[in-house]
């Protein structure tokens, strides 16, 4: 083969239909990959194939290497239907010059909104040739543990040590309060002095447990609060997000920006009060039009057709209320893979700000936090180029013992650095809570 592989590397996939009822998320084992969106649950097993992408030239320009790791699997059964044959599983960093590893899984298990399940398995194509086979599928449910007694947590404070005979956890922010309000502080004084617009600071809070923390476990608890979001998890990276970066169906491209947040209050006339806020406030509404506009120019040249709702609608993303506007599209052809329009839309304003370059700049002299995935692209592509990547956000990084959950705030020139240090307080509940629960 013309890139140095052999005869023995080659894999060949076969789908199958798998019996009706079949829940992919029944089986959730231990080391499992999963994302779950609004359209279909995919949870996947093994390692058919890792591909490490940008060494020269970070990720965003080499994403073609998944496509041709995915065009090279030998495919039966189930063509062209989303997802139905081999997958990639992806966890982009935020960083476009960073390197990514990509999995290429042995077992996908898949379900569709409609209720169709699947199953593809790959394999060496020729067995006999002299590839050393992966380990086993995982099997067996993973426990329920993460840690117990989390009394005395809370979202807010530099430190709180959460005590109980014996201490099973410790939660601390990376800096202190004041001084990440003062690094509001600082960027908002770039906004007045007129150097950019917007730039997304980032607040960093790491949890130590005993007992080993399980990402599978938290991937459970994760999926009933958020049914209309993507919840993701691979390879110790845990999350709910509630946006879509962009999906790619067939010739059919969507993308639903979110900017423009306030916190839930829990009472219902008290939100449906901050909702017509949110929709008044000449800020928000700002924010989100740059973070819309610019999805739509970076679609654009890819489309025959593409449109945004009128007005933003109010989504609810569990301590959250973000404005959304879904932008919709029909590619032109021959049509971009979702990795393609991916490398196009990201970093989103949401993310980073705005200008882009300049907010970078800022980011990486005052936020003094490795990112990581977080902020960056997660989902899955099939070898047609279909696929669903959500904004990786309301997450968790987990390693071992140890969990680093990361949110973000669009900083403007009139931003007010307690709301938006409540705001980050109000993100970190989407996930923390759910890994501190005993
Ligand atoms: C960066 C985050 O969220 C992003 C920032 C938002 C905002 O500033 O209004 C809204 C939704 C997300 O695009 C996060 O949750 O960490």
């Keep these: 083969m013309a890139d140095g592989r052999t005869e023995a590397d080659e894999l060949h996939a076969v789908t199958t239909r798998a019996g009706t009822g079949d829940d992919p998320l029944d089986h959730l084992a231990a080391g499992a990959m999963a994302f779950r969106s609004p359209n279909r649950t995919l949870v996947a097993h093994g390692v058919a194939r890792r591909v490490e992408l940008g060494r020269t030239g970070g990720w965003a320009n080499d994403v073609a290497a998944i496509s041709e790791a995915l065009a090279a699997i030998d495919r039966e059964g189930r063509d062209g239907e989303p997802a139905s044959g081999p997958v990639a599983f992806c966890a982009l960093p935020f960083d476009r010059r960073r390197t990514a590893a990509v999995t290429i899984p042995r077992l996908v298990r898949g379900r569709d909104v409609h209720g169709s399940s699947w199953v593809t398995t790959i394999s060496p194509a020729n067995p006999a040739a002299g590839t050393t086979p992966s380990p086993p599928f995982p099997s067996g449910r993973s426990t329920n543990h993460l840690a117990t007694d989390p009394t005395g947590s809370e979202l807010g404070g530099d430190t709180a040590a959460i005590s109980g005979p014996p201490p099973e956890l410790r939660l601390r922010a990376s800096i202190g309060d004041a001084e990440w309000m003062a690094k ?49 998890c691979l390879d110790g990276f845990v999350g709910a997000s509630p946006e879509l970066l962009v999906s790619r169906i067939d ?39 740059v973070t819309i506009e610019r999805a739509h120019d970076a679609l654009l040249g890819w489309c025959s057709y593409l449109d945004a709702q009128p007005e933003p609608l109010v989504v609810e993303a569990g301590a959250v209320l973000h404005l959304a506007t879904l932008v919709e ?110």
């Design 251 to 289: 010739d059919t491209v969507r993308a639903e920006p979110m900017a423009g947040t306030l916190p839930r209050s829990g009472d219902p006339q008290t939100d449906l009060r901050r909702a017509g806020e949110l929709l008044r406030s000449e800020k928000l509404r700002h924010e989100h039009a």
């Design 184 to 232: 509001v502080d600082e960027l908002t004084r770039h906004m007045a002095a007129g150097q950019l617009e917007k730039a997304v600071l980032f607040r960093e809070l790491r949890l130590t447990s005993e007992a080993p923390l399980d990402p599978i476990a938290l991937y459970r608890r994760l999926l009933p609060t958020a049914p209309a979001g993507y919840v993701f």
């Design 329 to 438: 599209g029909r590619l032109s052809h021959p049509a971009p893979t979702v990795l393609d329009l991916v490398a196009a839309l990201h970093p989103t304003p949401a993310v980073g700000g705005w200008p882009i370059a300049e907010a970078l700049e800022l980011i990486d002299e005052l936020e003094c936090l490795d990112r990581d995935r977080v902020g960056g692209a997660v989902g899955w592509v099939d070898a047609d180029g279909n696929g669903e990547f959500a904004v990786a956000i309301r997450s968790a990084l987990l390693d071992g013992t140890t969990a680093r959950l990361l949110a973000g705030v669009g900083i403007v020139a009139d931003s007010d650095p307690q709301a938006e240090l409540e705001e980050t307080r109000a993100k970190f509940a989407a996930v923390l809570p759910h890994l501190i629960r005993p």
